[in-house]
């Protein structure tokens, strides 16, 4: 039987600490069977198209911005000012995201490979540091839109590297559903919940994703687009969830709970009892 959520009041040391055992594992684990609607509705038949335009009009202002990071990041760390990165977007399509780059050149052929980035990560360089903060590293991403590869708000994309490393397709129920709608730019996880870090840390930002993708409207892309303003500039996730009036955790879990079918309740086989038949 399904397990319901777990009722204890949250703190706001839970909602920023993603380490925290929360009624995520109730609702996702291994082999679970999701089942997913995709929202359809006037916003999501146009979504490329408000994106389109919307990166368009961002990109004028945002180049300056990207001009004076780049040059930063050259004049205090040795490799190139933007780093690309192959990554799955929408359907499994392989391509090469645009960020500014925030760790040091050629970070992960020097420490064994692929890996999540954790807090105190020595690979990251000083101005990295900021521009992560500040997210200012994503914004190269507007490209990405204006090529049709991303949208400005959506689930967020990954490598196909570290998919297969931690074995997520299998180890997070519903991570392939992910791949139905393009990847963003920013996400209603993203906003809400650290960085990736560990398998716990993705299953609850799936929970996340997949809310996303069976309720996405335009008024909640809005919302989740100023929320990424608030968040850069320092707003902690529980006031921005507040201010912006986003999904709390237990309605996510809560709502994902419900669509997990109930098995039958294991009953001892009763046997057949023959009973006399009168002529």
Sequence with gaps: MAQTPTSHPMTLADLENHSTRWPTHDASHPGQRIELSPASNWYTRSKMAFDWLAALALTVPALPLIGICWLAIRCTSRGPGFYLQSRLGRGGRDYRIIKLRTMTHNAELKTGGPKWSTRGDCRITKVGKFLRKTHLDELPQLFNVLMGQMSLVGPRPERQSIIEKFGLETQVAGYSHRLCVRPGVTGLAQVQLPADEDISSVQQKVLYDLYYIE????????RIMAATVFKAIGLRPNGIRRLF????????????????????LSRKPVQAVESPINL
Aim: proline share 11%; glycine share 0%.
């Design 215 to 222: 309720t996405v409207n335009l008024w909640l892309d809005l």
């Design 245 to 264: 009036r986003l999904p709390r955790r237990e309605l996510i879990v809560e709502i994902r709970q419900s669509q997990i079918p109930v098995p039958a």
